[in-house]
């Protein structure tokens, strides 16, 4: 099946998967992380999306950023990755530097979990089979698993010129991701979205305070983001979180002026997102690059 994303980019992709579907339903996955990025990241500029998964996001990223920006795209799934490959070639995604690559704080080999075809982004690095029920496993019987390369986004970005957003979703990687991308973080200070799942990081060995803490320790600020808004991120709040959300992350320096920023976009692009040709979203595929 292939669909238009609200940012003017095709996509092809499998409509049992519920990432797909909700994208096919509406031209986009997660419409408040595009804004953010358009906030942030201009035309011509890099973004690393680290976790692509099928490119429900990568083509809207590549669309903001236009012809003379890159996306790099990290997706270790061999199936994912074959998927992203494929429309790149067929929509002619030049903008778009595919690694099949997991990102962490240690380069190696790990075992990948590989869900199933209806939830192609739930997959993840292996870290102890015993913390792992066959509940929580891609395969109630029979659990499945591929070697997957890691690396480091320190090692991968010493040859980014640049570096103005970068988006994570790794179900639960995130702390090691931030662990692996110090140097890189201190030499561009992009803002940030990651995920924040309390769940997903404690079955990585990991907590949302850990996570904050990573990020005090960079000299960011985080805030979790809503329907149309922005609260900080605090230690009480995290102690009280259940749920995951996304986190936009940035520089401590000028925190505040880059949250009204965010803002502003979340709020001028979200009155109507699924209005075509009338979302400011849309119109990034116009500007001059």
Known sequence: ?????????????QPDDFHYRDFAVTGFYEWRTLAMVRAFAPRGGTVVEVGANVGTETVGLADLVGPSGCVHA???LSRNAQ????????FHWTNVEIHRLALS??????QFTIPAETSSGTGHLLRDASRHPASELPHDDMPTYEAVDVATLDDVAERFERLDFLACDTEGEEVRVLGGARRTLERWAPPMVLEASPKLLVRAGSSLQELLSTLESMEYKAYA???????????????????ATNWLCLPS????????R????????????????????????????
């Open 83 to 90: 998927l992203l490959s494929l429309n790149s070639e067929r």
């Open 225 to 243: 983001v809503a329907r149309f808004g922005l609260t900080p991120v605090t230690t009480t709040t995290v102690a009280q979180a259940t749920h």
């Open 262 to 289: 965010a803002l502003r976009s979340i709020v001028h692009c979200g009155w109507a997102p699924r209005v075509w040709r009338m979302n400011p979203l849309d119109s990034a595929r116009t500007r001059a690059t």
């Open 74 to 76: 990290f997706e270790p």
């Open 105 to 110: 704080d240690k380069a190696g080999t790990l």
């Open 253 to 260: 320096s000028h925190a505040s002026k880059g949250r009204l």
């Open 1 to 13: 099946m292939e669909r238009q994303s609200i940012t003017g980019g095709h996509l092809l992709g």
